[in-house]
């Protein structure tokens, strides 16, 4: 428990999550090092596409950034994330077999929630953070301050219509420990090769989440 109490730790200290999704796994090394240089070594690289397992493996073995799992809905995902080394598993919604999975490898489950339901069976497993996902057609940052009145307890990522605009809304919450987002890592810039757009974008998204 200790281990994934440490990378709630480093999310919350992060603030910042980077949804990552690569087509050739060829731009995986790059990428890394592009969000590293702009002052986010954290990535959640979601299983979207082909390419994301080797993705995984390659930003993993680097060993200076916080890597997630994205859009994993089935244990055998579970399995094949962390033994390509990713250190949490993140999905859409909350799936029972997929938490109990991670639990079992020893990761970070991030489930997707909407409602108090989801949140309390959430609870029931174990976790005390989830992921808030969409956040942007969920009510945003108003529905998770008012389920944190139920839920002192439990910290959110919200994900899912998070950019600039209300990145501070969010963030504002003490429910809130880190948002996920994809505009400092927009797949048209990423197939272009322009890295260095990259490091700029996650530099100004880093300095507008500690502003």
Same mark, same amino acid.
């Given at each position: 428990m200790?281990?994934?109490?440490?990378?709630?730790?480093?999310? $919350?200290?992060?603030r910042l !999550?980077?949804?990552?999704?690569? =087509?050739?796994? %060829?731009? /995986?090394a @790059?990428?890394a090092?592009?969000?590293?240089?702009?002052?986010?070594?954290?990535a959640e690289?979601?299983?979207?596409?082909?390419?994301?397992?080797?993705?995984?493996?390659?930003?993993?073995?680097?060993g200076?950034?916080?890597?997630g799992?994205g859009?994993?809905?089935?244990?055998?995902?579970?399995?094949?994330?962390?033994?390509?080394?990713?250190?949490?598993i993140?999905?859409? $919604?909350?799936?029972?077999? !997929?938490?109990?999975?991670?639990? =079992?490898?020893? %990761?970070? /489950?991030? @489930?997707g929630?909407?409602?108090?339901?989801?949140?309390q069976?959430?609870?029931e497993a174990g976790?005390r953070?989830?992921?808030?996902?969409?956040a942007g057609?969920s009510?945003?940052a108003p529905?998770?301050?008012?389920?944190?009145?139920?839920?002192p307890e439990?910290?959110?990522?919200?994900?899912?219509?998070?950019?600039?605009?209300?990145l501070g809304?969010?963030?504002?919450?003490?429910?809130?420990?880190? !948002?996920?987002?994809?505009?400092m890592?927009?797949?048209?810039?990423?197939?272009?090769g322009?890295?260095?757009?990259?490091t700029?974008?996650?530099?100004?998204?880093v300095q507008?989440?500690?502003?």
């Amino acid at each position: 428990m200790s281990h994934t109490t440490d990378l709630l730790e480093q999310l $919350g200290q992060a603030r910042l !999550v980077p949804v990552v999704v690569l =087509e050739d796994a %060829v731009d /995986a090394a @790059p990428l890394a090092e592009a969000l590293v240089a702009g002052g986010l070594a954290v990535a959640e690289v979601t299983f979207r596409t082909e390419a994301a397992l080797a993705a995984i493996q390659t930003i993993a073995a680097r060993g200076d950034v916080l890597l997630g799992a994205g859009t994993v809905l089935r244990p055998d995902q579970v399995d094949a994330a962390v033994d390509a080394g990713a250190q949490y598993i993140v999905s859409p $919604g909350l799936s029972e077999p !997929v938490v109990r999975r991670a639990a =079992e490898r020893g %990761v970070l /489950a991030l @489930p997707g929630t909407v409602t108090a339901t989801e949140i309390q069976a959430a609870l029931e497993a174990g976790l005390r953070a989830v992921k808030y996902f969409p956040a942007g057609t969920s009510g945003g940052a108003p529905a998770i301050k008012a389920l944190s009145a139920p839920f002192p307890e439990v910290q959110f990522v919200p994900t899912g219509g998070v950019g600039p605009a209300n990145l501070g809304d969010y963030l504002s919450l003490p429910s809130v420990l880190a !948002v996920g987002g994809s505009w400092m890592v927009p797949k048209d810039v990423i197939a272009a090769g322009d890295f260095e757009q990259i490091t700029a974008l996650t530099a100004e998204a880093v300095q507008l989440a500690a502003g």
